[in-house]
DNA sequence: GTCTATAAGGAGATAGAC
DNA sequence: GTCTATCTCCTTATAGAC
C-alpha cells in the first residue's frame, strides 16, 4: 500500500537517478520500472514518451538552479572576494550531488538542444535582472574603475565553470594520487578549488 | 575492386569516424558495416567484438598523443611563453578535428576505466622522460626561481586541458553569439585561447 | 573472405483486459 | 490505475554455406 501510493512521483524520483547516474540514453524505461517496483507499461502511461519524462524530471530543477545564481552576487561588495565566492558556490553546488557535473556535461554533448531553453534563460539580455547581466554590469564597473584587466564578463564565467566542473569530471578518476575514498576525494575537490580561486583572481590582476 | 580491397582498414576509418561523431554506444556495429558498404558480420569477423574494434582504432591515437606532448616544450626558453605555446599546441591538436573533445570527455565520464592505460603513460612517474615529467620540473625550477607562483604542475595541467577542452565543447553551442558559421567558430576559438593564455599566465604570477 | 540466416536479447510504445 | 500480451525495431554475435 505505501509503496503503491504516489508511483508518478516514485517513478519521477527513480528516474531521476537513474537519469543523473547513467545519463538518458543509457537509461531503460524497463530499468526505471524495475527499480520502482512497477510494470514498465506504466511509465507510457503516466508520461507518455521517454523523452517527456526527462523533461519532467529535469525543467523544474533547471529553473531552481537559474534562480539560485543570483545568491552569490549579493553576498560580498569587494569584487574579487565576490568572485571567490561564486567559485565556491559553484563548487557546493555540484558537490551536492557527484552525479551532476557529468551528467550536465554528458547530456550537453548528446543533446545539445536540450539546453537551448536554459542557456537562453541564463543569458536573456531583455532583462536586467537576470544572473549574468548583474555579473556583466559588474565586470563592466570594475575594468572602468580599473581592479581588474580588460576582461568579458561571458569568458570569465565560462572560465569558472570550465574549471569548476572538470574538476568533478577528473575527481573520481583518480587524477590526485592513487584512487580516492570519499575523504580523499573532499580533500582533492577543496583542494582544485583553492587553486582554481587563486588562478582566477590572480588571473584577473590589471 | 578498388572499394573492396583492404575492407579490414576501411572498417578502422569508417568506426574511428563514426566513434568521432557518436561515440562508441552511440554507434552500432551495423551503422559501420553499411557506411563501409559491406555485410555487418564481417566486423565482426575481423575485430571480433565491437569493443575489440575500439581499441584496435583508438589505442595507436592515444600512443600518438602521449609522444606529441613533449614537443611544445622544447619550443622556448622562457617558461611563461612557454606555456603560451602549450596552450597553442592544445588548441591546435583538438582544432584538427571539432569531434575529438566531445569524444574524449564523453568516453571519459561514460567508460572512465578505458583511460586508465593512458593516464598511467601520460603521468608515469618512474620515467623522467615523460612530458609530465619534464614539465613537472620545469615548473618546479620557475617557483625556486621566485618568476611564478608556488603551483602543482598537476593542477596548472589540469587546469589548462580543462580550459581548453571546454571551449571545444561550448563552442558548437553557439555560447557566444546566435549560431556559429565555420569562420565564426575559429574566432571564436582564437578568442577563448587569447582568453585562456591570459588568464593561465597572468595568474601564475607570484 | 564474404555471404545468408538466425540466435538471443533489449529497446520504446500500444491495445485491451481487468 | 495497473496489468498481460504483443508489436516493431534494433542491437551484438555466431553457425555454416559458398
Known sequence: MERNQNIEKRILWVAERLFLE???SGTSTTEIAKAVGCNQTLIHYYFRTKEKLFWDVFAPKMEQVVEYLDAPLDEEKDFLKKLGNIIEFYFG???LDERLAPFIV???IMHPSRWDMFRRRFLRSESRSSA???FEAMVKEEIDKGTIRNVEAIDLVLDIMSLTISSFIVAPLGFAKGECDSDERRAYLTGRMEDIKALVI???RP
Do not use: A, T, W
Open 202 to 204: 590572480n588571473g584577473l
Open 93 to 95: 553546488m555540484l558537490e
Open 132 to 134: 549574468f547581466n548583474r
Open 106 to 108: 554528458n547530456e550537453l
Open 22 to 24: 547513467k545519463g538518458f
